[in-house]
């Protein structure tokens, strides 16, 4: 047909089809053949929209109009001939529309076309069910061909294909005819084909195959949403989809940036139809590769691209899990398999990405709390996870890669947070904040976290919640509210919280100024704050106090209300505010003074401070005239700031309170010297209830400092100021010091009887008149101290005294100072004896808790007391200064020699150095007035502790480490060494051990110990590294240590305190030097270091040294902690020495030698004293095995006193090394997951690392089994550290049934030859001694000299027990002591029952695993298990009653019998289910075996005995005894391991 024909028959077509005859039309399709229909058709679509008008279907009409022809010829009847019709056209069109859509947009009228080919893919829509099956297949096929080719669908067929894919499916059984190499010819493999072939196919096996060609074909990259969004539309099979899934996934990878977001979310709601799981994880996969590039590169503008894109995939991944929650637990899976796994050693386990998709979905309200606790879980895993592995240096070389960093992770989330993830803020502060939140939960009670993980973990959030603060301004409201909250609320957290906003005001202090309303708020809810969370607060809040005005006002006006109110406890909160203001002014102003600024803007702000300063003390001095309890606290709070260099050197401050403190102290002040003493003490107590009104002590102790500070200062030399004024500042300094040179000299003159005191009369607070007596004493004591402290101050200042310089000071004298401790000791030795309180105890223990000494005075007095021969040999010490040189040091120590010789004022100086640096409270701030006020004290300063650790170090300590010997060391020691004290108490040496010792914890609390070996050793030698100062100090404390032992007599106790000391260095020095940025060669000098401490240990616990418990102790934790440095460095971290290991050379035998030595020593010593017990108590006994002839050393110090102390402290060591193999043992199961994961799909090879790892484990495992297995053979352990070393026992066949199950899992664990050692040496070796121990542990019998009597006390080894005749106790009447023994008896039952039936129920859970990974490994490890004792007893067939004898009891017919608990026994047999009794009667005799006896009396020890004393209680005891052993008793009936509890009462 030509074009003329063509173009008759279309507008035939078409004007039939405006006349709607579509009959007609379908007669006129019937008279044409298909090629003449697809003319039709083609020429129909090419025509342009114009020739046809502008309506919606223009350039489709006819052919619509034909569509409807052909189906009204299938409504006739016609549908042979009306499907070959709407086939062709269907065809014509599909052909179009796929060459439609490879025309360029440009060439395209974008809204007609679109207009035309939606109107055409609509009528096929349509006409789809009419279509005759060979059309379905061709036109599916035709559109398979265009994706083939141009790598998409036209976008047309996007809602047609799914339904066309939907009909294929639905096809039956067709015949499809193929040519040449076609698929169907290929297929059927016929021979005679020929060049046409046919094979039968089903509609089913077609849209398979179309699928599966989809997913083969290339996809272009920029049709792939809409690809993906076809194939989604299609019903899969579960095969279809999985093949699907994983060509969308490959085809993620391909994309451009700008497509990933639908990519993804095309892929999540894909993942509605299954294998969730797969399309998350494969997501994630592709966004790591991308991150890891992008970083690669470094190229910031697509790392900021990147992180847009993913902030809009994450928004897609929220919206799809709302509306599929199944997907969020996909998403929830897996973060948790990647929180505990890596895939290599060298990636982490979950990415920046996934973590910030978590954290978006903790919004979704449903899935917060299952995030937040995966999250959280995660971080603190991680972090105790790598502090483990730094403290178990033995399988750090086995352990993989942590799959979790948690810094990494957070700091990347804050960072990326600006650039696209600003939706995961919000959810990461809330992880912050309950991160925090629960460290502070999980450290009150026992949880899996070490101490130093959470305290990590909790300044780790920190960090973070102080950089997303300073970079993201929308989370700062939230953030502020949460820690005020917790501040108002007083939360566990609150401190750590009142710390973070310091630092936030520290950085950044205009980012708050939006919330100073709220800070101010706080203080509404005073009543609730403690004065110390004001405190810290105000301390936040100082650079916005000192910088906005508004704030200032605002805060005073607050405080100055509350300071006011009804509550004492309010006002003292307000004041503790008020002084963190005045000090926080005063050091404003110092530093305002010394500031390159200009000079109008300096006065301007130095005036503001002034005005402020003076408002303050306004109202403080409004609080001297309050209740004692807020006058003490105004004293004390003003002592301490007086104490703070900048306040005092402040001369604007000083003068203006020296006004006020001198006003108030004349209304108490005897100017007349008639009077003895010069402080009217009965003005400051209550003549009617003798309570204190007056703290006149405090208000001393403040007077005094002020006093010091003016003299100091020196005003009178002022050149700033005018002459006038100068002249009033000289004569306000001159009449301070004369004022207490009276106050002084008199009170050094009083007696204890001019206060109307008698030394011997009653000072208890129960009576009026003692509390009278107890007030009075103590505001005396306080005085002199204050007097005392005063004095010392000018004696050491005295160059500012004019009467000092001509030598006519009577205060600035040495003496002066003496009798006023002299008086203060006889005051402090009345109250220490005779103060009691109302249950009369002392209240006052020690002179030292009556001191109000501060640190920083106790310092500068310690540093003459106790001089530095190095600093006064050498004129260019590092300490000397231009205001104390050389000159005035020599000329100091000379003038304080009376000080060194009294060694009472020298235990009483370190005795209050202690108590400061301790933190400990006085006595007279705990009980002084109506109500017990107890005030909490600062922790004191770190150049304060520094200075006082050197002080102590070198004028006491130091003296012994360059000793060469006890014979000429007292000729080198000074006077308050060389002399040994004669009162009672601490010496000055041991009190000089102990303070340097809290120094060190105090420091190492701060984490400030580095610091420390620096400042005792540097100032002697060259600057040096901390490591190595570290070293040097630990070397010198082992020559102190030695020198102490070998006096006479002996120092343990400073040997114990040092030892102590020791231990802190080393576990620090063992941290450090694991640290990645230490010099390899720093670190051979630590381990070297470490080394010969060890052996210097060993030769000190063999040595001679004194039988002390504590000694033992304090060196046995020293050795543990440097146990693991014992180890060469090229073994310790090598993961390739275990394989060439033979038996003789275990990488254990050197790091356990200390203990292994010990403890076999230990067990020497003790058959020697069991020897020597035995012989004294005239029992016949083996001394020692056969094995063991030859001679030990010198084992004195092992005696019944020391090794019961020395067990324990093991035994606690070993349940800490047990801890740590469990530890190992779970990253031995994740090293197999990640070993398997990494091999190949079909490799069946073995896995090389973990196995290496498991026999590592074993061979650790085995160690400690030696070494309890010397253990359990001690004797005379002692009731406490018996139990230990049983439980010792218990935690050990925890971890080998822990170990066991870790192999049962993982069938690619062979069982290796260190597992069956250490099988048999645990159940075969130490089981037989837990099961001859229980024997002696219940009775106290067994053969002493074997291991079957290792467990009894002394008293049951060599003395005799007290036990019953073996007789039942027929008609006896017992004593009252009979009663008293035998409920301790019992007692003594309930407390081992639990303890040995736990460990009966782990061996056999052990054993019983043990078979079942014999029987799946096909190995024999039958004959390495002991065969458990029978617990159970022979039935004696006479024995068993006759029916009818209970039919008879039953009728009533009286029997006798020979006592009350036979009548019981057989009773309860009477009552036992048949049942029962017949599995009570069946009992294999081979099972009994030859410990029958021993057993009965193993389970019935002092049942029958007690009977007729405790009645029915003897069944709960039994009932307790096999509470865990009956456990399991029906599932393991068939082993003959476990009967029932009513076998056991039978014989």
């Known amino acids: 047909m030509n074009s003329a024909q063509l173009a008759e028959t279309l507008d035939s077509i078409a004007s039939l089809g405006r006349e709607k005859s579509f009959a007609e039309i379908g007669q006129l399709l019937v008279d044409q053949d298909e090629i003449t229909l697809y003319s039709l058709v083609e020429t129909d679509l090419g025509v342009s929209s114009n020739e046809y008008g502008s309506s919606t279907s223009a350039g489709a009409l006819t052919t619509l109009f034909m569509f409807k022809g052909a189906s009204t010829l299938i409504e006739k009847g016609a549908a042979s001939a009306g499907q070959r019709a709407l086939g062709a056209i269907a065809a014509a069109c599909v052909a179009q529309v796929c060459e439609d859509s490879m025309v360029s947009e440009e060439e395209m009228e974008e809204g007609a076309a679109t207009r035309k080919w939606a109107a055409v893919c609509d009528q096929l829509l349509e006409s789809l069910p009419q279509q005759s099956p060979r059309s379905v297949i061709d036109i599916s096929f035709r559109i398979l061909a265009e994706l083939k080719t141009c790598g998409s669908t036209p976008s047309p067929f996007h809602g047609f294909l799914p339904m066309l894919l939907d009909t294929l499916g639905a096809i039956g059984q067709v015949e499809i005819l193929t040519k040449g190499q076609a698929l169907a010819a290929a297929s059927t493999q016929d021979k005679n084909a020929g060049d046409q072939s046919s094979v039968m196919r089903s509609g089913s096996s077609l849209k398979a195959y179309w699928v599966d060609s989809a997913c083969a074909y290339r996809w272009d990259p920029k049709s792939s949403v809409a690809v993906c969004a076809l194939l989604r539309e299609i019903v899969l099979s579960d095969r279809q989809i999985q093949s699907v899934a994983k060509r969308m996934l490959r085809q993620l990878k391909m994309v451009e940036y700008t497509e990933l977001p639908a990519m993804v979310y095309q892929l999540l709601l894909f993942a509605r139809k299954g294998l969730k799981h797969e399309i998350i994880a494969g997501i994630f996969e592709v966004f790591d590769a991308l991150e890891n590039e992008s970083m690669q590169h470094e190229q910031r503008k697509r790392w900021r691209e990147l992180g847009d894109i993913e902030g809009t995939v994450m928004l897609h991944i929220n919206y799809s899990i709302k509306q599929d929650f199944e997907l969020g637990s996909a998403l929830i899976a897996y973060g948790k398999d990647k929180s505990e796994m890596a895939v290599d050693g060298s990636a982490h386990g979950i990415s920046a990405f996934s973590f910030a998709c978590l954290l978006s979905l903790a919004r979704i309200h449903r899935f917060e709390k299952d995030v937040s606790d995966l999250l959280r879980a995660a971080i603190l895993r991680s972090i105790n996870d790598r502090i483990s592995l730094e403290t178990t240096s033995w399988a750090r070389p086995y352990v993989p890669a942590m799959p979790f960093d948690a810094q990494r992770l957070l700091k990347a989330t804050v960072a990326r947070a600006s650039y696209g993830w600003d939706q995961v803020t919000q959810s990461l502060i809330q992880l912050c904040l309950g991160l925090i939140d629960y460290t502070y939960s999980a450290a009150k009670r026992s949880s899996k976290y070490s101490h130093e993980a959470l305290v990590e973990s909790r300044q780790l959030c920190m960090e973070t919640l102080r950089t997303a603060f300073s970079g993201h301004a929308f989370v700062r409201a939230e953030l502020v509210d949460q820690i005020l909250s917790r501040v108002m609320f007083q939360e566990e957290s609150h401190e750590c919280f009142l710390d973070l906003l310091r630092h936030l005001a520290s950085d950044d202090h205009e980012s708050l100024r939006d919330y100073h309303s709220k800070i101010v708020s706080v203080f509404d809810s005073i009543s609730v704050i403690t004065p110390a969370t004001v405190e810290k607060l105000l301390t936040a809040a100082v ?15 607050v405080l100055r209300k509350i300071l006011f109110t009804h509550s004492i406890d309010d006002r003292r909160t307000a004041l503790s505010g008020l002084f963190v203001l005045a000090k926080c002014f005063v050091v404003d102003l110092d530093t305002c003074q010394v500031q390159n600024m200009d000079e109008r803007v300096r006065k301007q702000r130095a005036d503001m401070l002034m005005s402020v300063l003076l408002e303050i003390l306004g109202l403080l001095r409004r609080c001297f005239m309050q209740q004692p309890e807020v006058r003490t606290m105004s004293y004390e709070r003003l002592a301490l700031m007086l104490d703070d260099p900048c306040v005092g050197r402040n001369r604007f401050f000083l003068n203006a309170l020296c006004g006020t403190m001198q006003s108030e102290f004349a209304k108490y002040y005897n100017e007349n ?275 006082t650790a050197y002080i102590v170090y070198n004028g006491v300590l130091a003296y012994y480490v360059n000793s060469q010997g006890a014979a000429d060391m007292d000729v080198e020691l000074p006077v308050y060494l060389r002399t040994r004290s004669s009162t009672r108490g601490r010496s000055v040496l041991q009190l000089s051990a102990e303070l340097l010792l809290s120094c060190a914890s105090m420091l190492s609390t701060n984490d400030m110990l580095d610091e420390m070996a620096a400042a005792v050793l540097v100032p002697h030698s060259s600057p040096i590294a901390r490591e190595e100062a570290t070293a040097q100090l630990l070397s010198n404390l082992c020559t102190m240590v030695t020198a102490f032992l070998s006096q006479k007599p002996v120092a343990a106790k400073e040997a114990v305190h040092i030892l102590s000391l020791m231990n802190l260095l080393a576990l620090r020095l063992s941290r450090l030097s694991s640290l990645p940025s230490v010099d390899s060669h720093v670190q051979g000098k630590v381990y070297r270091s470490i080394s010969s401490v060890v052996g210097w240990g060993l030769r000190i616990v063999f040595g001679e040294i004194p039988e002390d418990s504590s000694l033992l102790k304090a060196l046995f934790v020293l050795l543990t902690t440097c146990q693991p440095f014992l180890q060469p460095m090229e073994l310790l971290f090598s993961s390739g020495a275990l394989a060439n290991m033979s038996h003789g050379n275990e990488p254990d035998l050197v790091e356990l030698a200390p203990v292994n030595q010990i403890v076999s020593t230990v067990r020497s010593a003790s058959k020697i004293q069991l020897a020597d017990t035995l012989n004294d108590s005239g029992m016949n006994a083996k001394d020692k095995d056969d094995n063991e002839e030859e001679e030990e050393p010198n084992l004195e110090v092992f005696t019944l006193r020391t090794i019961p102390a020395l067990i324990t402290v093991i035994s606690m060591w070993f349940k800490a090394e047990i801890h740590r193999i469990e530890w190992v043992i779970s990253q031995l199961s994740r090293c197999v997951r990640i070993e398997t994961a990494s091999r190949p799909p079909h490799d069946s090879a073995d896995l090389s690392e973990s196995i290496v790892f498991e026999r590592r484990v074993c061979l650790r495992v085995r160690s400690l089994a030696q070494i309890l297995d010397q253990l359990l053979s001690i004797h005379f352990t002692g009731k406490v550290s018996g139990d230990l070393v049983i439980r010792s026992l218990n935690d050990l066949h925890k971890i080998f049934l822990l170990l066991t199950k870790t192999k049962l899992s993982c069938t690619e664990l062979p069982i290796t030859e260190e597992y069956i050692d250490a099988l048999s040496l645990i159940c075969q070796n130490l089981n037989t001694r837990a099961y001859s121990m229980f024997l002696v542990k219940y009775t106290g019998s067994g053969d002493a000299a074997t291991g079957s009597g290792s467990f009894a006390s002394a008293d049951a080894k060599g003395l005799p027990l007290a036990k019953g005749d073996g007789s039942k106790g027929k008609g006896k009447e017992k004593s009252f002591a009979g009663v ?168």
């Open 543 to 557: 650079p916005i106090i000192l910088d906005d005005s508004q704030f200032r006002s605002s805060l005073l006006l």
């Open 673 to 947: 010297k008639a009077y003895e003493s010069p402080i009217n003490i009965t003005q400051c107590i209550n003549p009617t209830t003798h309570k204190v009104v007056m703290p006149i002590s405090s208000f001393l102790q403040c007077l005094a400092k002020l006093a010091s500070n003016l003299a100091a200062t020196g005003l009178g030399s002022n050149p700033t100021t005018s002459s006038s004024s100068s002249s009033a500042a000289t004569l306000l300094v001159q009449s301070s010091q004369d004022i207490w040179k009276d106050v002084c000299v008199r009170f050094s003159k009083t007696q204890i009887e001019d206060f109307e005191l008698d030394p011997t009369g009653d000072y208890s607070i129960g009576d009026p008149v003692g509390l009278r007596n107890y007030n009075t004493a103590l505001m005396v004591s306080g005085c002199l101290d204050a007097s005392l402290e005063q004095a010392l101050t000018h004696c050491i200042q005295g160059e500012a005294c004019q009467d000092c310089s001509n030598g006519n000071c009577e205060l600035g004298s040495p003496e002066m100072a003496m009798k006023l401790f002299s008086k203060f000791a006889r005051i402090a030795d009345v109250l220490c004896s005779l103060c009691l309180d109302d249950r009369k105890k002392r209240i006052i223990s020690s002179p030292s808790e009556l001191s109000l000494m501060s640190l920083q005075q106790l310092a500068r007095v310690l540093q003459l007391v106790l001089p530095d021969k190095h600093r006064l040999r050498n004129e260019m010490h590092p300490l000397n200064t231009p205001e104390n040189g050389h000159a005035w040091y020599v000329s100091s120590v000379d003038k304080a020699s009376l000080w060194s010789g009294n060694q009472a004022f020298i235990k009483h100086i370190l005795e209050v150095t202690l108590a400061r640096v301790s933190c400990r409270l006085v006595a007279s701030r705990n009980i002084n007035f109506s109500t017990n006020v107890t005030t909490s004290l600062p922790a004191p300063d770190t150049k304060v502790l520094l200075r």
């Open 1380 to 1547: 008293t023994a035998s409920r301790n008896a019992k007692s003594k039952v309930l407390r081992d029952s639990a303890l040995v039936s736990s460990l009966v129920f782990q061996m056999e859970q052990t054993e019983k695993h043990v078979m079942q990974l014999s029987t799946k490994f096909k190995v024999p490890l039958a004959h390495h298990l002991k065969r458990s004792t029978a617990r159970d007893f022979r039935i004696e067939a006479a024995a068993i009653p006759n029916p009818i004898m209970f039919q008879d009891q039953q009728l009533g017919e009286p029997e006798e019998e020979e006592d009350d608990d036979d009548d019981e026994e057989e009773e309860e047999n009477a009552n036992m289910p048949s049942h029962r009794r017949q599995s009570a009667a069946i009992v294999d005799d081979e099972d009994l075996g030859s410990s029958d006896e021993e057993t009965e009396v193993l389970l019935d020890v002092d049942v029958s005995e007690n009977a007729s004393n405790a009645g029915t209680g003897d069944a709960d005891v039994m009932d307790l005894v096999d509470v865990d052993v009956d456990a399991d008793s029906d599932e393991n009936m068939d082993d003959g391991q476990y009967r029932t509890k009513r076998q056991r009462r039978y014989r």
